[in-house]
């Protein structure tokens, strides 16, 4: 709103203006009546739409300055989170839970290849952001690392071979691989990590990360810290088959001169399993394209009803609690090898 002053004193500028005889570089009174008006007309538009504040208002609250000048043993400011993914945690709360005894890590390896023609390429990253945390419920004080999803895939070049046929897929030379492994096993260790547990979704992993448990654990061998490789994971039960058959699922491959019904991940020509589609489901649904499949009737697999989609997530569920015991056992196992029957 205008004030009456601002008025006032806009109207005696005009004024003033508009009858003095010359201008000072001596322009004719027509032009100093126009500028005048103009001036009055802009003042008092400007003041009209400015907003003015309320004698009644109260004051603005005053944010204060967020200021951390603790260093790394200042305590949290706040309360600690939930997750059991350390790249889900802030650094104090990783450094709180080491102190409280969560001194077991999990890495799991995944990949990025062709699954064919329903699921995603990051098929084993999905699995294991399914059974993870499952397995680290099952193993007392253990965190979780983040998914390492680039492994050996197949040759690169001059050619691609094996998954590296098809696009979208990455691939990572064997000592990339096992490089990758080592830092991020070193940094866990720096950081006080006691048991570091790897496990591996894809066949192909585990070669690498045998290699590379066994040369951190010679390394080592005067240290705390130990790597547990557990090829159980991947390999006891394999693809879970005889699970499945507990829950009434029976797979049949088609494919002339194939066993019908075999251990296998691959049937009727794609690299794909109930196994793999009902874990990657737990996450989402549209990484196994249920939505686009029931569009057509395709919603099953070698021979098996995935619909309703809410069923296969439950015995996604079931997977994930199934392989999380084999590994629990596993990991008790390899911690009396490697530690003795005391445990240290």
């Not at 100093?32 to 008092?44: A, D, Q, R």
């Not at 691609?160 to 260790?189: N, V, W």
């Not at 705390?224 to 058959?245: G, I, M, T």
Request: a positive charge.
């Amino acid at each position: 709103m205008t004030s009456p002053r601002t008025i006032q004193w806009a109207s005696a500028v005009a004024l003033r203006l508009a009858t003095a005889s010359t201008h000072p570089q001596g322009q004719p009174l027509q032009v100093l009546f126009k500028s005048s008006i103009t001036l009055f007309l802009l003042v008092v538009s400007a003041c009209a739409t400015a907003p003015s504040a309320s004698p009644t208002s109260a004051p603005l609250p005053v944010t204060p300055v967020n200021v951390f000048t603790g260093g790394r043993d200042a305590p949290r400011p706040i309360e600690m989170g939930q997750s059991l993914w350390t790249e889900e945690l802030t650094w104090m709360e990783v450094r709180d839970l080491l102190k409280a005894g969560k001194t077991t890590i999990i890495i799991g390896t995944g990949g990025v290849e062709q699954n064919g023609p329903y699921v995603a390429g990051g098929k084993h990253n999905y699995v294991l952001q399914t059974v993870l945390p499952y397995i680290a419920r099952a193993i007392p004080n253990s965190l979780i690392a983040p998914v390492v999803k680039f492994v050996p895939e197949g040759r690169i070049e001059p050619t691609g071979s094996g998954h590296m046929s098809y696009p979208g897929t990455i691939s990572l030379e064997p000592a990339t691989y096992e490089a990758l492994l080592t830092d991020i096993i070193r940094s866990y260790k720096t950081h006080g990590f006691k048991d570091i547990i790897l496990i591996g979704d894809s066949g192909g992993n585990g070669t690498g990360m045998r290699n590379v448990a066994n040369a951190l654990n010679t390394k080592w061998a005067a240290d705390s810290a130990r790597v547990h490789y557990l090829p159980e994971y991947y390999s006891e039960d394999q693809w879970s088959y005889n699970f499945l058959k507990t829950l009434g699922i029976t797979q049949i491959n088609n494919t002339p001169g194939a066993t019908p019904d075999a251990r296998t991940d691959t049937r009727n020509g794609m690299h794909d399993d109930i196994y793999y589609e009902a874990q990657i489901a737990v996450q989402d649904p549209k990484l196994i394209r249920a939505e686009e499949r029931a569009k057509v009737g395709l919603l099953n697999l070698h021979g098996v009803d995935l619909s309703p989609i809410s069923k296969t997530i439950e015995i996604g569920k079931k997977l994930a609690e199934y392989r999380a015991g084999i590994v629990a056992k596993a990991f008790a196992a390899s911690q009396q090898r490697l530690r003795g029957p005391r445990n240290p």
